[in-house]
Structure formats: structure tokens, C-alpha cells
């Protein structure tokens, strides 16, 4: 059976949003801990929900501190990048008649304030943020989520992400996991199929269509 429902997360997969992350996440501890701690030591937070990663953290009020660290990833909005070859991957895979989604750890105040001036939210036409869902990545409620709103079966969903969370949720959500090699710089993910740039998907579904598996 061929895909028909392509999801995306969206940090580290679409778009190129480590250095923000992390430098943010870095000045909002300083501000909130008295510690800067170094960059290495941060990279857990990238692929889960902001909350979860704070809570972490020796933070009381982490409501204050998901609003003090957006404004500090504000400071590094130029930084933040669409990956080169993902705008003409989603035109691609739109002539193809492929529906496409996200499913992503960001609220939807984050997905609109990090996302959509990107100019490339028109390809989706589901989304999924964290506060659709009461559990998130690595658990798969939010692929459910999805599925069952856009009326996607398993075996025709496929889930494009750059980080051990989502290929987690999606093993867990019983569906096919490709891996952004270009986002996450590592093969020790577990995968279906690995991605060494954004345009390699298109060889993937056309060869899960000619085959007809």
C-alpha cells in the first residue's frame, strides 16, 4: 500500500532551529538558575515539549519561564532556517497528491510565532502541537491524534523526524519512521528509512508506490 498521509515534526526537520533552541534555553536557565550551563548539556531538550524540558530543572513557576524562554528565542529568530531542499520536497509531494500533516512538541502559539512565517504552513493540512494531547512525544498519542483527525490508516501514514522521540512515538503509534539525517547528524536512530537530505523522501514514496507494498 502506498503512503498517502506524509507527517512532519517540525525542529530539526523542516526547519533548522538548534542554535535558537539552545541558546535560548541557555540565557532563560541563567536568568531563572544563576548557571550557564554549556550547550552539550542541553541537547536533551531538542524533540520534546518545552515543559518537559524544564521540568528538569529546580524551576517553580515553569509557566513564567516557557514565556521568558520564548521571548529569549525571539532574540534568535534570524537564525532560525528552512532547510534547503525541503520547500521544493513539499511542492513535490503536493503535485504527487500526497496529503501532508505536522505533528510537532511546540505549542500552537510557538508554531505560529516560529513556524508559519516561514511561509511553507500552507503544505499542512493537519496539525497536531502540544496542547492537543494530554501525553507527548516519545508517546504516541499525538500520531494517534493525527491519525484519527485526518482519518489516516497505519499502514499509509509515515512519520519524518529528526530526533529518538520521534521515532519512538512513532513505533509506538505502529507506523513507518523515516529519520532527517540533515537535522539529527546521526544513523544510531532507529528507522525505517534514513535520510541524508530532504529529497530522498521522494525516491522512498515512489518506491513504496511502484512496488505497491
Not at 532563560?28 to 531538550?45: D, H, M, Q, W, Y
Not at 502559539?109 to 501525553?135: G, L, M, W
Request: hydrophobic share 35%; charged share 25%.
Amino acid at each position: 500500500m502506498r503512503y498517502k498521509q506524509i507527517v512532519f515534526d517540525i525542529d530539526g526537520t523542516l526547519i533548522d532551529t538548534e542554535y535558537a533552541v539552545l541558546r535560548s534555553l541557555q540565557e532563560t536557565l541563567k536568568t531563572l538558575c544563576g548557571e550557564s550551563l554549556p550547550l552539550e548539556k542541553l541537547n536533551f531538550a531538542l524533540g520534546i515539549t518545552g515543559e518537559d524540558a524544564l521540568k528538569r530543572f529546580p524551576i517553580k513557576d515553569i509557566s513564567s519561564a516557557l514565556d521568558l524562554w520564548n521571548k529569549n528565542m525571539c532574540k534568535y529568530s534570524q537564525n532560525v532556517t528552512v532547510f534547503d531542499g525541503i520547500p521544493e520536497l513539499l511542492e513535490r509531494l503536493a503535485e504527487s497528491g500526497y496529503k501532508m500533516g505536522i505533528v510537532t512538541s511546540k505549542t500552537r502559539e510557538e508554531y505560529e510565532n516560529d513556524f508559519v512565517p516561514h511561509k511553507i504552513h500552507q503544505y499542512f493540512s493537519t496539525v497536531i502541537c502540544a496542547e492537543d494531547t494530554s501525553e507527548h512525544k516519545p508517546m504516541p498519542a499525538p500520531l494517534l491524534k493525527y491519525m484519527k483527525l485526518a482519518g489516516a490508516g497505519h499502514n499509509e501514514t509515515l512519520y519524518v523526524g529528526d530526533s529518538k522521540y520521534d521515532g519512538m512515538c512513532a513505533g509506538k503509534a505502529g507506523i513507518d519512521f523515516a529519520l532527517a539525517a540533515w537535522g539529527s547528524h546521526t544513523q544510531s536512530i532507529w528507522a525505517d528509512y534514513y535520510l541524508a537530505k530532504p529529497l530522498d523522501l521522494v525516491k522512498v514514496v515512489n518506491e513504496k508506490d511502484k512496488n505497491g507494498e
